[in-house]
């Protein structure tokens, strides 16, 4: 739910009008001049039909500069990003030799673990050494080493269930576990704002897919209740089984899940649930154990917890915990454990070094050091950025904060603007999230010092003043109110 | 607390449930607004290029609102990034696939009523004369017609069917 004043509804919906009339006029223009051109590929289907790749070719090569930059160092809390030219208005891009020196808050490096760590780094590069790059096999052949069963207990451990696997890569986890997990003659209810990986694993799985409403319990006991009374479509044969999808901290919005009530409605209606915690296990929670530890959820009422190890963990690939029994059947017939390589050994033994260190098992106690300043600088820079006077989306504890845009003009102005001023962000458009309303989003690190805040924060308050996105009228400043007390 | 400057006048907007992307833009705030301001204001427009009268530019704005909605709305059918989900709308006009599929929405009713009013006023302030008339009359029809819940997924004399 945003807040946003009606002019700009208004001015953002108009915006968004004007460009599509200009592509449409383009593209108009471009079928003529293409006519006479000579065409060799005569009897060939085209590879897209003219309107399916309109949104690409008109909207989003225009400022493309502003997505994909490439970086030349680890995603520390600073990094170096390459600069890049272009000679024909965007719709090529050169890199170029140089680099800049920017503060980074568009990495998930949520504990900081993303640049060399004094524990993580040496054991990662020891197992490169044992292990080398890459097992070259699947798992199921010759490709679990020991690191693979050290980290799949571990991560159980961690997470609190029986049993845990592993993936290469997080977006699969999600993709090719779902058509795993229910088939044909299920139900999946999937929360309105779920990431593409779900959306995508619910389409490939041949189940019925209904959406409910972003984070409203009530409306999913709707949803549940219409559905269990109507059965299967045209047969109203009873669900062969019932799926209820939701995620821990929602990356475009930074918002916690309601995860007490929704686990309450799907006991009631027995249907069973799968958390994707891909952004908030080790990053929110007294211990770091994610969404379930910091709003009070026993992980067994979860059936299936889903993770991935590229947010807080700084390595790559995913996991699924859930009881000894589901583990066993993934197992036996996810394609992504039976035909894809498995992770890389350097990835895993940084997963399980980060996890010793959140633990506090390396001896020290970074893990809670690294907590508590994610905690504090998060909920610091949001209370910041919310006195200026922008609209700054998600709850409290999260490290994920999105800032209104809403026109798409302010897109490249915000992240153009951004990056002169040496503060690289991400800013985020339609498809990914609503056409309406776009957002830089930005991820706050342990790794951040108070200093980096406080400069990132001068930086986007004048980029905001000089863009137009301070919505909200702004606090004064404390000095200003002690100068007035002492005046009366 | 003393009012510096005008408060802007603030709307909510909830994230609807629409999952497709080409159409839940509908449901914002603001859209019924724009669409009506855009209209007036290509009316203004050829007003103030062409001179005419104001009979004569609302019979201009009606049949340019004819041409350009029957294209977007009626014609072109799919998404600009099917790739995304996957060509499941490809064969569907954005008209149908507004509202989930769902006949006589609010949205719907909402944009049936307004060539029916452009009609009005341009026939009205034309004095119901020919040829105008007879333009008018073919534009909101074909229209509203086009908009009729028994049209859902029709293609006459296949017209328009897919490729």
Request: proline share 5%; hydrophobic share 40%; glycine share 8%.
């Amino acid at each position: 739910m945003v807040r946003l004043p009606y002019t700009t509804a208004l001015t953002t919906l108009f915006s968004y009008g004007l460009l599509f009339a200009f592509g449409q006029l383009r593209d108009f223009f471009r079928k003529f001049v293409d006519w006479f051109k000579a065409k060799n590929v005569k009897g060939y289907a085209p590879i897209c039909l003219g309107l399916e790749d309109f949104y690409v070719r008109r909207l989003y090569l225009r400022i493309q500069d502003c997505f994909g930059r490439p970086i030349a160092s680890a995603p520390d809390s600073w990094f170096d990003v390459v600069e890049r030219i272009s000679n024909d208005n965007n719709k090529t891009l050169q890199r170029t030799s140089h680099t800049t020196r920017c503060l980074n808050l568009g990495s998930y490096n949520y504990l900081g673990f993303a640049a060399a760590d004094e524990y993580c780094t040496p054991r990662a590069i020891e197992s490169l050494k044992k292990y080398s790059a890459s097992t070259c096999s699947v798992r199921v052949d010759g490709g679990t080493t020991k690191l693979h069963a050290e980290l799949e207990e571990l991560v159980a451990r961690f997470v609190g269930k029986p049993a845990a696997i592993l993936f290469g890569m997080g977006y699969v986890t999600n993709s090719a576990i779902i058509p795993c997990l229910i088939g044909k003659g299920g139900l999946i209810i999937s929360d309105s704002l779920n990431h593409n990986s779900i959306v995508n694993g619910a389409r490939g799985s041949g189940a019925t897919v209904r959406v409910f409403q972003h984070n409203s319990p009530a409306h999913l006991e709707e949803v549940l209740r219409e559905q269990i009374a109507g059965g299967q479509p045209r047969t109203h044969r009873p669900w062969k089984k019932i799926i209820v999808i939701v995620e821990g901290i929602y990356s475009m919005e930074g918002e916690l899940c309601k995860l007490p009530e929704i686990i309450a409605v799907c006991k009631k209606y027995k249907a069973y649930t799968y958390l994707d915690e891909a952004h908030s296990i080790g990053a929110v929670g007294q211990s770091g154990r994610g969404v379930c530890e910091l709003l009070g959820v026993d992980p067994a009422d979860v059936d299936i917890m889903m993770g991935t190890f590229t947010k807080s963990f700084g390595s790559c690939g995913g996991y699924i915990a859930a009881s000894k029994d589901i583990i066993q059947h993934l197992k036996h017939t996810c394609p992504a454990h039976l035909y894809a390589t498995s992770m890389s050994p350097p990835a895993v033994q940084q997963v399980i070094s980060a996890i010793k260190v959140i633990l506090g098992e390396d001896g020290s106690n970074r893990g809670a050091q690294k907590l508590a300043r994610i905690r504090e600088n998060s909920n610091f820079f949001r209370s910041e950025l919310k006195k200026m006077g922008f609209e700054v989306l998600g709850d409290n504890d999260s490290p994920v904060m999105p800032i209104m845009l809403y026109n798409p003009a302010k897109i490249p102005a915000f992240s153009r603007e951004c990056l002169r001023q040496k503060v690289a962000v991400v800013t985020v458009a339609f498809p990914a999230t609503p056409l309406l309303l776009a957002r830089a989003r930005i991820c706050i690190s342990a790794s951040h010092t108070k200093e980096d805040l406080v400069t990132a924060l001068d930086v986007i308050s004048r980029v905001g003043d000089l863009v137009g996105i301070k919505y909200f009228p702004a606090e004064p400043p404390k000095i200003a109110e002690v100068g007035h007390n002492k005046l009366e | 607390m003393g009012r510096r400057g005008k408060q802007p006048y603030y709307v909510e907007a909830a994230p609807p449930v629409d999952v497709n992307k080409n159409t839940e833009w509908f449901m914002y705030p603001g859209v019924w607004t724009t669409y009506i301001l855009l209209l007036f204001f290509a009316w203004l427009l050829v007003l103030s290029v062409s001179g005419c009268s104001p009979g004569a530019a609302w019979t201009v704005v009606n049949l340019a609102h004819f041409a350009i909605t029957y294209h977007f709305f009626h014609w072109k059918k799919g998404t600009p990034f099917a790739a995304d989900d996957q060509g499941i709308y490809s064969r569907l006009t954005w008209w149908e696939q507004i509202d989930n599929g769902q006949q006589l929405t609010r949205n719907r009713k909402f944009l049936t009523v307004v060539p029916v009013v452009l009609y009005l006023i341009a026939s009205h302030l034309t004095d119901y004369k020919q040829p105008m008339f007879f333009l008018n009359t073919v534009a909101v029809f074909v229209l509203v017609v086009a908009k009729l819940p028994n049209m859902h997924k029709v293609r006459i004399f296949g017209i328009n069917a897919d490729i």
